[in-house]
């Protein structure tokens, strides 16, 4: 398959005129931080971009609809194990969607959003589950006519089967306003941070806002200084026109810039990283288990120095 090249893409757009373009979240991101080459150009012609294969964060929703102003900037929500869909967008500009949703559940399907405790982020819960109240967050449980027969392995059709509901390990809600469902992250990615449940996806939307920032990944690292023992820390690649200056001093810069937007208990503890790639699968889906085992050697030289300074 041929590699993603964004000046190639932006050729094809413009060549064959496409009305509904199927993308990733780090194209969309790629079109908007290079605005530059849409300038004086029509682009009337799109209608629609329907992101997948990654949670798509508001504000660049948000930023690509001001850029493409003809167009809607969507997403649906499916999985394999649901053949493959659970819910999809209205591709109509009039519709008064919430932003960040990924549509509404399709026919003959139903959604429930399940309160998340210790048991059920390890698994452990086989109880049917307690509903979370109206506009509060949970774990998203589905069941339909498309809904898999279940797995070839007895223990995770245990953890993941109830009662007939699916649980997808997502959590989300349900928009009061627009009736849809939104993502807000996976379950087993949430990072427990002194009793808090950290969202490395929400952090992420406010480190991707930063202006130096080209790429970035959340992940829970151990740190035998803090109680809670893990903490968030951002790898970030920052955009390759950047000053020298401003690279040097990127990863405090970053740091104060999460730290001004988020609460206490939410913000990158484990610090900030440069890093020169983010592990992505084709589809340009974040690879959080690849990036934990790949910083986990970083992780075990930097606790050695902090464990020999505790020594002394």
Known sequence: MMKYSLDKYVELMFKYKTTLNMVAPPILLSLVKNRHLFKDKDTSFLRAFNSGAASLDSELQKAAEQLFPSAVVVQGYGMTEMSPVISVPILDKN???????????????????VKVDDDQQTGADKSRGEDAGEGEEGEIWTRGPQLMKGYLNPEDNASTMQDGWYRTG???????????????????????????????????????????????????????????????????????????????????????????????????????????????????????????????????????????????
Not at 284 to 296: F, M, P, T, W, Y
Not at 299 to 309: A, F, L, R, T
């Open 170 to 312: 997502d959590i989300g809600l349900i928009a009061e306003a627009s009736s849809e469902i939104v993502i807000t992250d996976r379950l087993k990615e949430l990072i427990k941070y002194k009793g808090f449940q950290v969202s490395p996806a929400q952090l992420e939307g406010v480190i991707l806002q930063h202006p130096w920032v080209h790429d970035c990944i959340v992940i829970g690292v151990n740190d035998p200084r803090e109680a809670s023992f893990e903490v968030p820390r951002a790898l970030v690649v920052l955009k390759p026109d950047l000053p020298t200056k401003s690279a040097v001093r990127a990863s405090d810069e970053i740091y104060r810039f999460v730290m001004s937007r988020s609460p206490p208990q939410k913000r990158l503890h484990g610090g900030v990283r440069i890093v020169e790639s983010i592990p992505r699968n084709p589809a340009g889906k974040l690879l959080r288990r690849v990036a934990r085992q790949q910083e986990a050697e970083f992780v075990k030289k930097e606790n050695e120095e902090i464990y020999n300074d505790m020594k002394e």
């Open 95 to 113: 519709f008064k969607r919430t932003y960040g949703s990924v549509g509404s559940v399709i026919p003959d399907t139903e959604i429930r959003i």
